[in-house]
């Protein structure tokens, strides 16, 4: 027997189970907010990522050349699809444009706990609206679907930023330094350096800092500024337009993120910067509370520029995008991740020659909206017992040639053991959910 | 702007809707029947496919190498997979095991109506089971979840047969024939003639049998025989085990079939073969009735030396597997697909400065499970109207300042264009789904 391939995971009815009740409660919420399904290819073009330089996704690539000699590649994110379909029908489309969708991306990483080859997620975005509503409701789409899961803010924390903060910070910077060394001030070194605050010590974010341009003084001053997380402290900093804009437009966001019950997740965070170049407006991460899931579950925010650097009209985007893997760790966590159990309502029982008053029950019964299974391999008593047990049949119900002969089926619940007769011209009759409470 | 990737499909939300609403059914159907979800990669290793020679199917991989130097290649069909899972919990894992998916496959096909390069199947299947009961089932599932979708006995037919015989008649021809001239018939040849016989000619049908080895008096008899499509006429044919066996053995699934609920949708049909060499058993396929869309619209059967070809355990199997392209063509011949078209319970449209009660609105609204708009684009009061037409809200909600100066608030029902004004304490109160019918 051949083996799986490393990073390519197989899901079991079990664990499927958990993981498509965790996706329901996501699209579920998705559709609620007027969010529409879309569906799209697992193969794009590779020359969509190859074409631009410096991104490391294109080190990961599952790419290859098809049968009619294309350079595809199997689709690492979602973003240059979406920009496809943008585009492809932008006329047509009614403003703004609110899609959802759940599948599987692939990308070449060295796996580790919560990071997979191929990983689900359910991406939810905004195109159209440039108003600090649309970032508002992103963040109360990801509020609205963590806490339907049974999270609460006890367990996940929104930590929320303004790539122009630092972006502006930086500017500023560098037109405060004389000369030539201006030109050495490199912002997006430099938010990568804060990207990276958390994960080194402070000397070595310091030596980051100064590898972007800063000078010492500059370096300590703005991590201190940074570290405080505090927007009016940001103000009382700088006047530079850029960052007070930027400073005005979180604060909008956080205020309508009030109003549609999400402000109560978010904690502004000013070293939330997001590794990805692309965003640029607000970003935000959402956190275990408590730390004990140590990476970031899922992040989102604001990306103006995207659609159009794939060749699409200017259209303002805002969006989020869980993955399963690391959600199920903070659902774990928490102790909401749902049962690995199966769920059966019925298990009906042939004994002997049966069949056809079995089926006809069956039949009512999953007409009725249940999970019923009855025997299809010709096993015993004892062995369609044993397998009614083992799929967590909640009721049984037996159909015995001796009972028949008396017009009578038994019922038996699984859970006390307890069983009765009923008469098999009522059963199940007209009753949502019959059990032996229906038959005492 | 870059292109898609031909056979690659994008669906828009519209379609998908209705794509979604089909697989649905299908899903929730399977589900009823306890069948239970599984979750498989998107890619396994090509030499699965490779090491077996004269397999079609290898000249349609989309197989590669990956950055480890892995020998890959995207699923083209789940079997391997499945048999892979069965193999490594063979022991934890009750029989029968019952489990389905819907997901894609990749093929490098020519494209034409109805046929994609990615394309998407809900593959059900019985592992474990050699008994009529389950062939049955698989027949009852598919039957279920073509009639939940709308679709009738006018609408479809299961064409079913039985492998062996047409596999057993072909092997008495070669124990008649005397000598040398046995080894020449090619029974698999004979079948693959048999399953070409609606496309060809009766004279080209005839010399392909004679090509398979048959006399031409053979064929001759063979044709008609076959052509009448009655299990008594090949009874009184022949009594070779084989057949007597494969006739019997398809009588018990059609019987376990008519206790089951799908009997009447089944017409024996016995140049039903299905092209593919692994079936073992009972075999069918399911075709428009009147013939329009002249494709098959999908097949199953048994396939029980599949598993251990792949390396597992001789496992018994039975299993079914619709594809969305063909039975879309069905759908919409029938008039049953799905309207596609948006849907929306609620729009809540703000004029003036009204977020905070808009946004308690729209939060009750959803949390009573409603699919609910509102403005996150700063609109104005023209250009919310027309959204709101074009998501087809049935009812908007207009929040305006000076309603709100009157403790009030204006319900309009889009379909009759009638309005009235609903306190906004009140509104939406208790009620489940509130409508003008409730203020007026």
Same mark, same amino acid.
């Given at each position: 027997?051949?083996?799986?391939?490393?990073?390519?995971?197989?899901?079991?009815?079990?664990?499927?189970?958990?993981?498509?009740? &965790?996706?329901?409660?996501?699209?579920?919420?998705?559709?609620? #907010?007027?969010?529409?399904?879309?569906?799209?290819?697992?193969?794009?073009?590779?020359?969509?990522?190859?074409?631009?330089?410096?991104?490391?996704?294109?080190?990961?690539? #599952?790419?290859?050349?098809?049968?009619?000699?294309? *350079?595809? &590649?199997?689709?690492?994110?979602?973003?240059?699809?979406?920009?496809?379909?943008?585009?492809?029908? %932008?006329?047509?489309?009614?403003?703004?444009?609110?899609?959802?969708?759940?599948?599987?991306?692939?990308?070449?990483?060295?796996?580790?706990?919560?990071?997979?080859?191929?990983?689900?997620?359910?991406?939810?975005?905004?195109?159209?609206?440039?108003?600090?509503?649309?970032?508002?409701?992103?963040?109360?789409?990801?509020?609205?679907?963590?806490?339907?899961?049974?999270?609460?803010?006890?367990?996940?924390?929104?930590?929320?930023?303004?790539?122009?903060?630092?972006?502006?910070?930086?500017?500023? #910077?560098?037109?405060?330094?004389?000369?030539?060394?201006?030109?050495?001030?490199?912002?997006?070194? !430099?938010?990568?350096?804060?990207?990276?605050?958390?994960?080194?010590?402070?000397?070595?974010?310091?030596?980051?800092?100064?590898?972007?341009?800063?000078?010492?003084?500059?370096?300590?001053?703005?991590?201190?500024?940074?570290?405080?997380?505090?927007?009016?402290?940001?103000?009382?900093?700088?006047?530079?337009?850029?960052? &007070?804009?930027?400073?005005?437009?979180?604060?909008?966001?956080?205020?309508?993120?009030?109003?549609?019950?999400?402000?109560?997740?978010?904690?502004?965070?000013?070293?939330?910067?997001?590794?990805?170049?692309?965003?640029?407006?607000?970003?935000?991460?959402?956190?275990?509370?408590?730390?004990?899931?140590?990476?970031?579950?899922?992040?989102?925010?604001?990306?103006?520029?995207?659609?159009?650097?794939?060749?699409?009209?200017?259209?303002?985007?805002?969006?989020?995008?869980?993955?399963?893997?690391?959600?199920?760790?903070?659902? %774990?966590?928490?102790?909401?991740?749902?049962?690995?159990?199966?769920?059966?309502?019925? #298990?009906?029982? %042939?004994?002997?020659?049966?069949?056809?008053?079995?089926?006809?029950? &069956?039949?009512?019964?999953?007409?009725?909206? *249940?999970?019923?299974?009855?025997?299809?391999?010709?096993?015993?008593?004892?062995?369609?017992?044993?397998?009614?047990?083992?799929?967590?049949?909640?009721?049984?119900?037996?159909?015995?040639?001796?009972?028949?002969?008396?017009?009578?089926?038994?019922?038996?619940?699984?859970?006390?053991?307890? %069983?009765?007769?009923?008469?098999?011209?009522?059963?199940? !009759?007209?009753?949502?959910?019959?059990?032996?409470?229906?038959?005492?």
């Amino acid at each position: 027997m051949y083996d799986r391939i490393k990073g390519f995971r197989d899901f079991y009815p079990e664990e499927m189970g958990a993981r498509r009740e &965790t996706i329901d409660t996501l699209e579920g919420t998705a559709r609620r #907010y007027g969010f529409r399904e879309i569906g799209t290819p697992a193969l794009e073009r590779a020359e969509i990522w190859t074409d631009k330089s410096g991104d490391d996704i294109v080190e990961e690539l #599952y790419a290859f050349e098809d049968q009619g000699g294309r *350079h595809v &590649t199997m689709v690492p994110e979602l973003t240059p699809t979406v920009a496809r379909l943008v585009v492809a029908k %932008q006329q047509a489309l009614s403003k703004p444009i609110k899609w959802f969708s759940t599948r599987p991306f692939w990308r070449y990483e060295q796996v580790q706990q919560g990071r997979q080859r191929e990983f689900y997620q359910t991406n939810v975005d905004i195109f159209g609206s440039s108003e600090p509503e649309a970032d508002a409701e992103i963040l109360a789409w990801a509020a609205d679907a963590l806490t339907s899961l049974g999270l609460t803010g006890e367990h996940f924390d929104f930590r929320i930023s303004h790539r122009d903060i630092l972006g502006g910070l930086f500017e500023e #910077y560098a037109a405060e330094t004389a000369g030539d060394a201006a030109d050495d001030i490199d912002v997006e070194a !430099g938010i990568r350096a804060v990207d990276k605050s958390e994960k080194v010590d402070r000397a070595e974010y310091l030596r980051l800092l100064e590898n972007a341009g800063l000078t010492g003084d500059q370096a300590e001053e703005f991590a201190s500024l940074i570290e405080r997380n505090d927007l009016d402290a940001v103000l009382a900093h700088t006047d530079a337009e850029r960052v &007070t804009e930027a400073v005005s437009n979180l604060q909008n966001v956080l205020a309508a993120a009030e109003d549609f019950g999400a402000r109560e997740y978010c904690t502004v965070s000013l070293d939330t910067a997001r590794g990805l170049d692309y965003y640029t407006g607000v970003v935000f991460e959402c956190f275990d509370s408590t730390g004990e899931v140590s990476r970031s579950i899922f992040g989102g925010g604001r990306y103006d520029d995207l659609i159009e650097s794939y060749g699409g009209q200017p259209t303002p985007a805002v969006g989020v995008a869980p993955g399963y893997a690391t959600l199920s760790l903070l659902c %774990q966590r928490a102790g909401v991740w749902p049962d690995e159990e199966l769920a059966t309502e019925y #298990y009906v029982l %042939q004994v002997g020659d049966t069949r056809p008053t079995a089926s006809r029950i &069956t039949r009512e019964l999953r007409a009725a909206g *249940h999970v019923v299974e009855s025997d299809v391999a010709g096993r015993s008593f004892g062995a369609q017992m044993n397998y009614a047990d083992s799929i967590n049949a909640e009721t049984v119900v037996i159909v015995g040639e001796q009972d028949l002969a008396n017009d009578e089926v038994t019922i038996k619940d699984m859970g006390s053991g307890d %069983q009765v007769t009923a008469p098999v011209d009522d059963f199940p !009759g007209e009753r949502e959910r019959p059990s032996i409470d229906d038959f005492e």
